[in-house]
């Protein structure tokens, strides 16, 4: 009988266990900017910062050092501030646990239960991409040999689903420090990546390729949340995921989260 494995990387779990890692597709340049999580195979409600899923619906910036960083608050305040990552760091702290999944997640088993297709097969979540791997045509949909058709039947849309806990400071906290007014009514984010987006989820929204895609050219990805949500107590400004600092390919130096 073999000897069990108990000496070595056992620290980490033993080692004839599986740890979860993500099912990654890449760019050009060999960045992830998608990532699947095998959520059905964690060990309770927390998903490992490694495990964690990815989607980038832009270009992935380029890293920048938490000691540059900073942010400016401005428009319906009284006071319009600029923010270092330090600068945060002296206000209160506040941490979170919150699920976070992509909008166009299980998109094919929601068009199952609807019936949109009578010779849809229940579709079962599974994280491995499969052979090719890649599910980003970024870049390439100005190309002849684009093929709508095999992106609007591409593999199902599922397992960007994950669960964290993230540290930082409630924005509400922030915002009250500038001084916002009355008048405001939402507060508008733009993020630090910067890019084209990418026609595919155009595509996959309307599930058919006979659709006008909407190019807005080269953007910075932004949001809008109503003032409601912004200043809830739970919406953060986060430097920490899982206590650890966050990492680049989840929002370092600092990324809003927004439970619910």
């Not at 195979?41 to 490992?48: A, D, S, V």
């Not at 915002?175 to 984010?189: C, D, M, P, Y």
């Amino acid at each position: 009988m073999p000897r069990r494995e108990i000496e070595g990387d056992w620290f980490l779990g033993w080692a004839d266990r599986k740890r979860l890692k993500l099912s990654a597709s890449k760019d050009q340049h060999d960045r992830v900017i998608n990532g699947r999580t095998p959520f059905l195979e964690q060990e309770g409600l927390i998903t490992p910062t490694d495990a964690t899923h990815v989607v980038a619906q832009l270009q992935i910036p380029e890293p920048v050092h938490p000691d540059d960083y900073s942010f400016e608050v401005f428009g319906e305040v009284d006071e319009p501030a600029t923010y270092s990552l330090a600068d945060l760091r002296r206000l209160p702290g506040h941490t979170v646990r919150a699920v976070i999944e992509c909008a166009g997640n299980d998109t094919s088993f929601w068009d199952y239960l609807k019936g949109r297709d009578e010779g849809l097969r229940r579709p079962k979540p599974s994280y491995e991409i499969g052979e090719g791997g890649s599910m980003d045509w970024r870049g390439t949909a100005d190309k002849p040999d684009f093929d709508v058709d095999a992106i609007v039947g591409a593999p199902p849309l599922t397992c960007y689903l994950s669960g964290g806990e993230w540290t930082g400071v409630r924005l509400r906290d922030v915002l009250r420090r500038t001084g916002i007014t009355s008048r405001a009514v939402a507060v508008r984010l733009e993020g630090f990546d910067e890019g084209r987006p990418d026609p595919t989820v155009q595509y996959l929204s309307v599930g058919r390729s006979d659709y006008a895609i909407y190019d807005p050219g080269v953007i910075k990805y932004d949001k809008g949340l109503p003032i409601e949500k912004a200043l809830d107590a739970d919406t953060i400004l986060a430097w920490a995921h899982n206590g650890e600092w966050l990492t680049h390919v989840h929002g370092a130096p600092l990324r809003l989260v927004v439970p619910g």
